[in-house]
């Protein structure tokens, strides 16, 4: 089992960045996959970027050339890096993680401004 705690969401003009960051608690050496989705509103929650133990990244085509996902040397940490943000990148971002089972934080939101 792990616990995620997100941060770094908040209130951006259109053309800028941000970088969020979610912090893993728990078995975290189980963990096969991190990563991020979205949700927004009135909208299902969509992939954003996932990064595997080994370092494998992937990325929704929208965000590919926008967002990097990275993870922390101590492997608790999962960062993602949002540039060129668009008043439709507004949402909340929930921080993944997969062992046996899915495990989610309670998100963080993302406010892009125009």
């Known amino acids: 089992q792990v616990q995620l705690v997100e941060s770094g969401g908040g209130l951006v003009q259109a053309g800028g960045s941000l970088r969020l960051s979610c912090r893993a608690t728990?078995?975290?050496?189980?963990?096969?996959?991190m990563g991020w989705y979205r949700q927004a509103p009135g909208k299902q929650r969509e992939l954003v970027a996932t990064?595997?133990?080994?370092?494998?990244?992937t990325y929704a085509d929208s965000m590919k050339a926008r967002f990097i996902i990275s993870r922390g040397n101590t492997r608790d940490m999962v960062y993602l890096e949002m540039s060129s943000l668009k008043p439709e990148d507004t949402g909340v971002y929930f921080c993944?993680?997969?062992?046996?089972?899915?495990?989610w934080g309670q998100g963080t939101q993302v406010t892009v401004s125009s």
């Open positions: 728990g078995n975290i050496f189980a963990m096969n996959v």
């Open positions: 990064i595997t133990r080994g370092g494998s990244t």
């Open positions: 993944y993680a997969e062992l046996i089972l899915e495990y």
